[in-house]
């Protein structure tokens, strides 16, 4: 079964600073999605980028972007230019191709200071 | 584009009612539906995927006749929770696919329902 795991429970950096939200998974599928949703305190969840497994090229949007490694089932997300704007919490999601479920990580809470 | 509501956003309920939540995609026709739960300060649980046409297919562990799901129309999904009672209370979000898009496989949220039930 599918699982992903985010290891930063809580991260806090001071606006315009760069973070890196970490996030790993474990699959035996050899085509599959990986998502970062944000979801702020109003809870509404807001798709931030998405990454196809077959194409290599890191997906980028804006100041978010990815570092996918697909041998390392790893995919972490870099937001540039932090803005306070940017607290909330970060989600992490799997998606095989085949039934479009979202495994989902348990979330890191990201707070950006002014 | 891609934009999902709900509605009601907030509803309070007596135990042993029946509540009734809406998902609608605005802007696009959306074949599958799926509707979450999610407990605070935890990740979603997919409850259940709709599907158009035909009945849902519930997770393990959720109860069919307590959640039922009807996806009468390429825009409309609904979750009633029958017989609420208060450990039913929780934060209720649908998503839908854009299965039209390039990017089909992205699900896209509506804002979610508090259901409180006293």
């Known amino acids: 079964a599918q699982t992903v795991t985010q290891s930063q429970p809580e991260m806090s950096v001071q606006e315009a600073e760069t973070v890196t939200l970490s996030c790993t998974y474990d699959t035996s599928e050899s085509n599959y999605y990986l998502f970062w949703y944000k979801q702020p305190p109003s809870r509404q969840m807001i798709l931030v980028i998405r990454q196809e497994a077959y194409k290599q090229q890191n997906a980028t949007e804006n100041r978010f972007s990815v570092n996918f490694q697909k041998a390392a089932k790893s995919f972490s997300l870099k937001i540039s230019d932090s803005q306070l704007g940017d607290t909330a919490m970060y989600f992490c999601?799997?998606?095989?191709?085949?039934?479009?479920?979202?495994?989902w990580g348990a979330g890191t809470k990201l707070i950006i200071k002014p | 584009g891609a934009v999902v509501s709900q509605h009601p956003s907030w509803v309070i309920c007596k135990s042993g009612t029946s509540v009734k939540i809406e998902c609608r995609s605005l802007d696009f026709q959306a074949t599958t539906m799926f509707w979450y739960r999610q407990f605070p300060k935890q990740s979603l649980m997919l409850m259940a995927t709709?599907?158009?046409?035909?009945?849902?297919?519930?997770e393990q562990g959720v109860e069919k006749d307590k959640f039922l799901i009807n996806h009468a129309s390429l825009t409309l999904s609904t979750l009633t929770v029958t017989s609420a009672h208060p450990e039913d209370s929780s934060f209720y979000i649908c998503?839908?696919?854009?299965?039209?898009?390039?990017?089909?496989?992205?699900?896209?949220f509506g804002p979610g329902t508090r259901l409180l039930v006293l």
């Open positions: 999601a799997f998606m095989r191709d085949s039934n479009y479920q979202l495994i």
């Open positions: 709709s599907n158009e046409g035909s009945k849902a297919t519930y």
């Open positions: 998503s839908a696919r854009d299965q039209t898009s390039d990017t089909a496989e992205t699900q896209y």
